[in-house]
């Protein structure tokens, strides 16, 4: 023991989290033990003491290698990672940045609309994604149908910006048609406000009621 390198054993115990790490989230389809506990075995049995610091230098070594064969890119791809849940993914999109936050800024300031629910709304209707087309023709970011984009003075709703600033101010119009009431706005964003007059509320429409129910729980996470 006394030829042990102080050194040495510092090195061995930094690359101890590593072990949380593989032990936590990733599990190696060639071994059900990881390389570290094989490693922590070896050093408290007699044989590996025998060999003192040379031995101890060997352990570390292959410990080091597999800690940076591990790191490479591409190195995960024969492990099984533990799956993020779909529901926290989609939830952390809605408040994560994106390539239009100062529009949607701008926008939630102009109509008194929270910015989180305009990101709640893009998210359902386009996944953030300028060019979506409905089969209905609903078109944008905010999936604005032409008769719609040309009442908000939209002239090209495949604009981020003017998609945004004209679905905000459609959404704002909704919201203050039913008293600030954002469930029964969005159920009139989707089927639009007559058939929520017709019913007095969110319509018995499964296709409504689910984008209803998908944009406040984005909305209120």
Do not use: C, W
Not at 157 to 173: C, F, R, V
């Amino acid at each position: 023991m006394e030829s042990l390198k102080i050194q040495d054993f510092k090195t061995f115990m930094e690359l101890q989290p590593i072990q949380q790490f593989t032990n936590g989230n990733i599990t190696n389809t060639n071994s059900s033990r990881s390389v570290f506990q094989d490693m922590l075995s070896e050093l408290v049995s007699g044989d590996a003491l025998e060999g003192t610091s040379q031995t101890l230098g060997s352990l570390l070594s292959n410990v080091e290698a597999e800690t940076k064969s591990f790191l490479q890119p591409g190195g995960l791809t024969s492990m099984n990672i533990n799956p993020i849940s779909t529901a926290h993914a989609n939830n952390q999109n809605s408040e994560t940045a994106t390539n239009y936050d100062h529009i949607i800024s701008q926008a939630a300031s102009l109509y008194n609309l929270p910015e989180k629910l305009i990101k709640s709304v893009i998210k359902q209707e386009s996944n953030f994604n300028p060019e979506a087309t409905s089969y209905a023709g609903a078109t944008g970011l905010m999936q604005l149908m032409p008769a719609t984009a040309k009442s908000l003075g939209v002239d090209d709703a495949t604009d981020p910006e003017q998609n945004i600033m004209g679905g905000s101010k459609y959404l704002s119009q909704m919201m203050a048609r039913y008293n600030g009431d954002i469930q029964v706005a969005l159920a009139a964003y989707n089927a639009g406000p007559g058939n929520v007059d017709k019913y007095n509320g969110i319509p018995p429409f499964k296709e409504t009621q689910n984008y209803v129910q998908k944009v406040y729980g984005t909305f209120s996470s």
